[in-house]
């Protein structure tokens, strides 16, 4: 049969990877080999960064050729991202557009306030927002939503287009690509994840950071977890069903949780705020309040989480859970936590869309 060479014509595919699911809804899509795989990523990505930022090269035509270069392995020119936004962000919002824009991609609607500023505020469903605005043609919609499950809607209603959802976040679900950074920064930190301790603080029931890390690091042996909360935010049977059926050693402790570190029981606290805008019940609010100054890092705490070596880590935003002294401590990391953040949505972006054509 006469074929047409035209149509032979295929884009080559770069570097091969694992493939990446073409959505992002839960950290549990995650395997160790697709984590090492976006992790050795973002290591280049950060050394990228470096080079671009610190002017390490001694000629501007030096620099221009080296972007380039990187660009073209690893760059989505061309590519477009639609954000979309039903929830207050500030970090996530700002390190997917950062992330996409040093990539070399446009970003032609951007909504965050879409309660607000979408036809949301008609009464129109996600669904059919999300549907109509895959037929525009993006290749990433990046979506964060109050409703638990959403990202796993909006992905099925728009199965018949070539675009990807990223959850940035769904109610009080998940977060998978917080999970992501969460733990490329212990990766960045402490190298082996495998056999690590790691403590959760605060609002255990409703952080949807700490319910995706958990799941994301139930995939690695010998990971012990610690859930520090006292009753009224402690987790849900659902994440003690998923970490049992993960076989994950885990206990759940209300009080004495100060000796998971002085006995050094633990490498890494995860603090967390308490996610005041899910609570359902004021009173129930109320009391979680009433009990949060207990489970609080103060400078005390901070300062022999230091001494004893044990990584602070916060999601962002804090609120009080962390006094603002323990900023100076060494093993507060939290900023530098957001900041590997940018890189690891970079690598994620680019792995996503290496050998999806045109
Ligand atoms: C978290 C979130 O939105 O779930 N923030 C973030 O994305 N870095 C944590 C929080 O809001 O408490």
């Known amino acids: 049969m006469q074929t047409n060479q035209a149509f032979q014509k295929v884009q080559p595919l770069i570097a091969p990877g694992p493939e990446l699911p073409r959505h992002i809804v839960s950290a549990s899509q995650f395997t160790p080999e697709l984590l090492k795989h976006v992790f050795n990523l973002a290591k280049e990505i950060e050394e990228f960064w ?26 989505v020119r061309g590519r477009k991202m639609f954000i979309v936004f039903y929830e207050a962000s500030t970090r996530t919002r700002a390190s997917f557009a950062a992330a996409w824009d040093f990539l070399g991609g446009q970003i032609p609607f951007y909504t965050e306030n879409a309660k607000v500023f979408s036809s949301a505020a008609k009464g129109e469903t996600l669904e059919d927002t999300i549907r109509v605005l895959a037929s525009y043609g993006p290749d990433v919609i990046v979506l964060r939503h109050d409703e638990n499950g959403a990202a796993k809607r909006a992905s099925s209603a728009i199965s018949c287009y070539d675009v990807s959802i990223i959850s940035a976040g769904d109610g009080s679900d998940e977060h998978p690509t917080q999970a992501l950074l969460d733990l490329y920064t ?19 029931a409703r952080s949807r950071t700490i319910r995706s890390l958990a799941m994301m690091l139930a995939k690695y042996p010998g990971v012990r977890m610690y859930f520090c909360a006292p009753k009224i935010t402690a987790m849900d049977d659902d994440l003690r069903i998923k970490l049992r059926a993960a076989n994950v050693e885990f206990y759940e402790q209300e ?39 207990r489970y609080t890092i103060t400078p005390e705490i901070g300062r022999l989480m230091n001494e004893k070596r044990v990584l602070l880590m916060h999601p962002l935003p804090r609120v009080n859970e962390i006094h603002l002294a323990c900023d100076l401590f060494e093993t507060s990391i939290y900023f530098s936590q957001a900041q590997l953040g940018l890189f690891v949505r970079m690598a994620l972006l680019s792995a996503m869309l290496r050998n999806r054509r045109k």
Request: negative net charge; proline residues 1%; contains cysteine.
């Open 50 to 75: 470096a080079v671009c930022h610190g002017r390490l090269l001694s000629s501007e035509k030096e620099l221009y050729d080296y972007k380039e270069e990187f660009l073209e392995r690893h760059g």
């Open 186 to 204: 212990i990766h960045h930190y402490i190298r082996n994840v495998e056999g690590i301790s790691i403590a959760f603080m605060g609002d255990v």
């Open 255 to 293: 009080n004495n949780w100060e000796s998971l570190i002085s006995d050094k029981v633990v490498n890494v606290l995860y603090q967390t705020r308490l996610q005041e805008e899910r609570f359902k019940d004021a009173s129930q609010k109320e009391e979680a309040m009433r009990l949060q100054p």
